[in-house]
């Protein structure tokens, strides 16, 4: 067995994490997608534009959801928490602007994609 400094254990742990929220956030997308719960999303490229949707997805919410779940704390706090999901809410609504092969109509299918992501991240956390 090879051993791993403990840097490198906690980078391929976190690294295990990312992949596996990016893996169910799109199997739940695609899953609410295929049974009509989110009637609001229209695919050109088909599964392909969902992964890389949900790929940037992740890092979108991780880099600019970060900042601004830092920025804002103060608020989360007083807020108990609503203001973390009204990011995740802003998060999708930027990378919705980003990618072209998925376009996503209406405010209930945003916040049924936010939800649906928190929902994942609660799950595997």
Known sequence: MVDLPILDKY???YNMRFLLRFLFTA???YLLMYYNYLPGISLTDGTNSLLIFTFILGLVNLVIGGILRLITLPLRILSLGLIGFIISIVVVILTD?????IHITGWTTIILVALTMSIVS???S
Do not use: D, N, P, Q
């Not at 602007?97 to 092969?101: K, P, Q």
């Open 11 to 13: 980078f391929l742990l």
């Open 122 to 124: 609660m799950i595997l």
């Open 97 to 101: 602007e980003f990618v072209t092969g």
């Open 27 to 29: 199997i739940a997308i």
